[in-house]
């Protein structure tokens, strides 16, 4: 009965890390040490060293490709290395400042926004010419966009990985 409990348990937390993750906080952390958890309650003997390994694999990568994708993207579009760093900060901030009572994609379209405007004050600071400013910014933001949903496709991948090694163990 322990085992069915701690299942649902699991299966629980990673939900509720998922949708986390939607809101760009970090529930796909949540979703890692659950996994993590359960395997180390278990003595690594259901959620073993592989499934861990490739847990966090996925984590580190979908960290690592939200932050960077924006970047990628502005530097694809022309931009300047000002203008991809200021996407990367103007994304965090206007995830934080700018999410609107849209549910569950307010935060990403805050966090689009500010990629955008931060992209195009970049820009526009070392050139002047506002359509191309605006063009790095709508890739900017169309990048992080992009790294936002992978970040959750991952988030659901470790999900799905957790719960189905845990309840065929």
Do not use: N
């Not at 290395?81 to 609107?100: C, E, K, Q, S, V």
């Amino acid at each position: 009965m322990l085992d069915i409990l701690l299942i649902i348990l699991l299966a629980a937390i990673c939900l509720l890390g998922t949708l986390l993750t939607v809101f760009q906080l970090p529930g796909i952390w949540l979703v890692a040490v659950a996994a993590v958890a359960y395997g180390w309650y278990y003595d690594w003997q259901r959620v073993g060293p592989w499934a861990i390994g490739a847990i966090l694999a996925l984590l580190v990568v979908a960290e690592v490709v939200e932050q960077v994708s924006g970047m990628w993207f502005a530097r694809r579009a022309g931009g300047s290395r000002r203008a991809a760093w200021w996407g990367l900060f103007g994304g965090i901030a206007g995830a934080l400042l700018l999410t609107i009572s849209v549910p569950l994609i307010g935060t990403i379209i805050g966090a689009a926004v500010g990629c955008f405007a931060g992209a195009l004050a970049a820009e526009l600071s070392l050139q002047k010419h506002a359509a191309a400013g605006a063009r790095v910014g709508l890739y900017t933001a169309i990048g992080r966009t992009l790294g936002t949903v992978l970040k959750i496709a991952a988030a659901l991948i470790m999900s799905a990985l957790a719960i189905v090694v845990a309840v065929t163990a």
